[in-house]
C-alpha cells in the first residue's frame, strides 16, 4: 500500500513539474498580460459580416487573437491598421485573427470597413452575450487563445499589434 501511495505521489510530482515547466514557457510580454491558470476560453459562436458561421472550437490548434471592439471606440479605431498589419504577417504562420464587434450590426459594421481596409474576419455580437461570457475589462479588449484552447495573454486598451515583441509573442505560442 506504501509503495502504491509512493509511486501516486511521484507521479503527481511529474505531471505539476511539466505543467509547472510548461506554463514557464510562456514569458510575459510588454503590452500583454499574462494569464495564469490554463483557463479555458469561454465559448465564441459567432457570425461575421459576410454571413460565415466562425466558431472558436473550429480553431483548436491554432493561436488564436480575439478581439472586442466596436465602431465608436476611438482606441479600437486607431489599432484597426495595426491589427491588420499583424495579420498580414501572421496569418501564414496559421494563427487566426477575429474581431468581435459588440452591440453593432452589419450595416454600422460594413460602413466602418469602407474607411479601414480590414480582411480578417469582423464577427457580430449583437446581444453582447457572447462578450459577456468573455473576461472584458474595457474596449478594445483583446486575448490571445493558445493551441489547446486556453487563454494566455489579455490587453486592455490600444495596442501597435504588428510591433516585433508582440509578433514573437505570438509566434511563439504557435511552437
Given amino acids: 500500500m ?23 514557457a510562456v514569458e510575459p510580454v510588454k503590452g500583454l498580460t499574462l494569464l495564469s491558470g490554463g483557463h479555458p476560453a469561454p465559448k465564441l459562436e459567432l457570425t461575421d459580416i459576410d454571413g460565415n458561421q466562425h466558431r472558436l472550437s473550429d480553431y483548436r490548434g ?15 479605431r486607431r489599432e484597426m491598421p495595426s ?23 452589419e450595416d454600422t459594421i460594413f460602413a466602418f470597413t469602407a474607411n479601414y481596409d480590414i480582411d480578417f474576419p469582423l ?32 490587453a486592455v486598451g490600444g495596442r501597435e499589434w504588428d510591433s516585433p515583441e508582440l509578433l514573437k509573442a505570438i509566434r511563439a505560442l504557435a511552437k
Fill in 2 to 24: 506504501r509503495a502504491i501511495a509512493t509511486s501516486y505521489k511521484f507521479i503527481l510530482g511529474l505531471l505539476l513539474s511539466l505543467i509547472l515547466v510548461e506554463a514557464m
Fill in 83 to 105: 491589427m491588420q498589419r499583424a495579420w498580414e504577417r501572421l496569418r501564414s504562420d496559421g494563427i487566426v485573427m477575429l474581431a468581435v464587434d459588440i452591440g453593432e450590426d
Fill in 123 to 154: 464577427l457580430m455580437d449583437l446581444e453582447s452575450s457572447t462578450t459577456n461570457d468573455w473576461p472584458v475589462l474595457g474596449l478594445p479588449s483583446t486575448f490571445i487563445v493558445d493551441t489547446k484552447g486556453a487563454l494566455v495573454y489579455r
Fill in 62 to 76: 491554432q493561436v488564436v487573437i480575439v478581439n472586442f471592439w466596436a465602431t465608436w471606440c476611438p482606441p479600437c
